[in-house]
């Protein structure tokens, strides 16, 4: 079966420190991989997306980045973190598949609290 | 484009339905319908496609009409372990009719289910 692990759950950092939250997939091959971000009480904002190996989309503009230096690995990244990237952030997997009508499957998450 | 879900909230007894909607501008290619507890992942409920369908999971049914653009979620005898937040996702339809790498989620609706 597949599983998704998603690393740290909770992080208390400085602001204009480096971020750096990992995320891998094991049972699939060729996943689609998602980081996805929920502030307090809000929705979930797509962050970026990726179909294979060093193959990224970003939704959004912002000072963070992702990479898949490995086909069942994604890490979000980010060289100085704002006050604003205070979250909590989701790694989600799903079949890769054209059109996308498969579910996501997400990992446990990981508490950001930028200080 | 973000779908918009509503209501924002709902408050019901034990044994009373909800329903809760999700609209969108653009043309859709699929639903998905996810639910999430506090401080939880989102947990996948089901997907609906193009082409009118609906779907049910025990007590926990969805419609989805292509033509308007909307879908639906219902739960009927509301139990309290249905308490959460709902977030329904939404994957455009290009104008090859494909259907994209992503989801949109819209702003959740918070279900409360009291004794």
């Known amino acids: 079966s597949q599983t998704i692990h998603q690393w740290p759950a909770t992080l208390v950092q400085p602001v204009g420190s480096p971020l750096s939250l990992e995320c891998t997939v094991e049972?699939?091959?060729?996943?689609?991989l998602y980081w996805y971000r929920q502030a307090a009480g809000r929705g979930l904002q797509l962050l970026f997306y990726s179909v294979g190996i060093g193959q990224i989309s970003s939704e959004v503009p912002q000072n963070l980045s992702a990479s898949r230096p490995q086909d069942r690995q994604f890490i979000l990244s980010s060289k100085k973190l704002l006050l604003s990237d205070s979250g909590f952030y989701l790694c989600?997997?799903?079949?890769?598949?054209?059109?996308?009508?498969?579910?996501?499957?997400f990992g446990n998450g990981t508490r950001l609290t930028v200080t | 484009q973000q779908p918009v879900q509503s209501p924002q909230a709902v408050i019901l007894r034990e044994g009373e339905d909800a329903v809760i909607n999700c609209s969108s501008s653009k043309a859709l290619y699929s639903v998905h319908w996810y639910r999430q507890k506090h401080g939880e992942a989102p947990v996948f409920l089901m997907i609906?496609?193009?082409?009118?369908e609906q779907k049910g999971h025990e007590k926990i049914s969805a419609s989805f009409n292509e033509k308007k653009q909307q879908s639906s979620l219902y739960l009927t005898a509301s139990q309290l372990s249905y308490s959460g937040t709902y977030f329904c996702?939404?994957?455009?339809?290009?104008?090859?009719?494909?259907?994209?790498?992503?989801?949109?989620f819209g702003k959740g609706t918070k279900l409360s289910v009291i004794p």
């Open positions: 609906l496609l193009k082409g009118g």
């Open positions: 989600a997997w799903s079949v890769h598949r054209v059109p996308f009508n498969s579910p996501l499957h």
């Open positions: 996702g939404t994957e455009m339809t290009y104008n090859s009719g494909a259907g994209s790498y992503q989801l949109t």
């Open positions: 049972g699939t091959s060729n996943p689609n």
